[in-house]
């Protein structure tokens, strides 16, 4: 296990593979009794589809993509949606904070290699969110720079193109096979790692190291276990 080549940047996604992305949970506490318990949690499964749904269309600000998720979820399920329940889920965002083990795993991976963030955030969210990892990293990528959300391609593209290198200098590291590594494995990054965090399956046939202790990612580099 590991990798037998010397990459240029390390890019990692943020929210979900880093931050503990809480989106249900402050879904939950904005809707409050106009969520019954017995539909809950498959609303919030249909939340997250309808999330991916409106990333694939043209770029839009984050408020909006958990707006129209939840407004489209809510009429599928006869729920009411009010205007100000996209805001108040979107402005408990930036105060999520990282995985245990994740500052001191980046910041023992940081002693040999930069490190990058290419992340779904929009540019205030991502700033505040990367603060919150208290990591050094060469550059924070948001999706608003970008003008796309992944799992687009192009979100990548533009990725390689800012930091001037080509998949095979890059390893790429998320817990979504659906947003990240999928469309890594089309653009040709041959080396990533799956943080197995358990809320997606395993598609190892995507070749990527996989791991569930974000201590073990320094290891893959031949770094000591921080």
């Known amino acids: 296990m590991g990798f037998d080549v010397k990459p240029k940047f390390v890019t990692f996604d943020m929210n979900g593979t880093l931050i503990q992305f809480r989106i249900n949970d402050a879904i939950r506490e904005v809707l409050g009794d106009r969520l019954p318990a017995e539909v809950a949690a498959e609303f919030l499964q249909t939340c997250k589809a309808y999330r991916i749904d409106e990333c694939l269309g043209e770029y839009k600000p984050f408020e909006q993509i958990v ?12 729920l009411e949606y009010r205007e100000g329940d996209a805001r108040a889920v979107h402005d408990r965002i930036p105060t999520w ?24 955030s929009d540019d205030a969210h991502a700033e505040r969110l990367a603060a919150n990892l208290q990591a050094p990293f060469e550059l924070v990528i948001s999706a608003e720079q970008m003008g796309v959300y992944k799992p687009r391609l192009r979100a990548f593209e533009d990725m390689l193109d800012k930091l001037g290198a080509a998949p095979e200098e890059i390893v790429h590291v998320s817990a979504s096979p659906m947003y990240d590594l999928r469309p890594a494995a089309v653009m040709g990054i041959e080396h990533k790692v799956y943080v197995d965090r358990g809320f997606e399956h395993d598609e190892s046939w995507l070749g990527y190291e996989r791991i569930t202790d974000i201590a073990d990612l320094p290891v893959l580099f031949g770094l000591p276990r921080p």
């Open 67 to 78: 707006g129209r998720s939840m407004e489209r979820s809510m009429r599928r399920f006869g």
């Open 97 to 120: 904070g990282p995985y245990p083990g994740v500052t001191a795993a980046l910041r023992r991976l940081a002693e040999a290699y930069p490190l990058v963030i290419v992340t779904n």
